[in-house]
């Protein structure tokens, strides 16, 4: 079965330092997106990417979040200086071009700033 | 109030009994609607798409009430590997919008 690959699967990093989380996506899905979840809490929104550029973005998603699809297979979110409440397991998914048949959510990556 | 309404539980059955759950949204724009699961520390994993007419996958069985704003998902002869947190799950349609709108869970304790 296809999946959705995260790396790294847990990234320590000291505030104010950026970090670059990397997905790769379903090879013939278009839209790609991040979410994350603060422990305990529920799933949040953050972006949705289709074409090359940002189809949709919460709130969440402030000047110090950007994302990228380099080279056409990685998807990467970066967090320029991060913050003690950017601690938290960040998802990708992808889908194809509806929908209606939910999501494939990668494994997470666990960001931990200290 | 919250878009996507779940009581948290922890729903403490044992093993072979039925169990449901409830959800309520608040946007009357949503137009796709999950249940998705959730193991502790893991991702989101789809469990079933919700339709309108109800639908039902083994053990598994999904409702929708579009004038009531509510969904539920009834799970039959409950297995110790149902243990998870349940997450009702709507996306808002319109203007090309696909991001989900989570619920905060439901947790389930199946035991022997």
């Known amino acids: 079965e296809p999946e959705v690959t995260q790396t790294p699967s847990h990234q320590v990093t000291q505030m104010g330092q950026e970090v670059i989380l990397r997905c790769v996506p379903i090879s013939n899905h278009l839209y790609f997106y991040w979410y994350r979840q603060i422990l305990g809490q529920k799933v949040e929104f953050l972006v949705s990417?289709?074409?090359?550029?940002?189809?949709?973005k919460s709130e969440i998603f402030d000047d110090q979040f950007s994302v990228e699809r380099p080279d056409g297979s990685n998807f990467t979110l970066k967090i320029r200086s991060t913050k003690l409440e950017d601690s938290a397991m960040y998802f990708c998914?992808?889908?194809?071009?509806?929908?209606?048949?939910?999501?494939?959510f990668g494994s997470g990556t666990r960001l931990t700033v200290v | 109030r919250k878009e996507v309404e779940q009581d948290p539980g922890p729903f403490n059955v044992p093993e072979g009994a039925t169990v449901a759950f409830n959800c309520t949204y608040s946007n009357s724009a949503s137009q796709s609607f999950f249940w998705y699961r959730q193991d502790c520390r893991k991702e989101p994993k789809l469990l079933m798409s919700?339709?309108?007419s109800g639908n039902e996958d083994g053990r598994f069985t999904a409702q929708l009430n579009r004038a009531s704003q509510y969904i539920s998902l009834l799970i039959r002869d409950s297995k110790l590997s149902d243990s998870a947190t349940y997450l009702c799950?709507?996306?808002?349609?319109?203007?090309?919008?696909?991001?989900?709108?989570f619920g905060s869970g439901t947790r389930l304790q199946v035991q022997p």
């Open positions: 990417f289709y074409n090359n550029e940002i189809s949709e």
């Open positions: 919700v339709y309108s």
């Open positions: 799950v709507v996306n808002i349609r319109g203007t090309g919008r696909r991001a989900l709108t």
């Open positions: 998914a992808s889908t194809t071009t509806g929908v209606n048949y939910g999501y494939t």
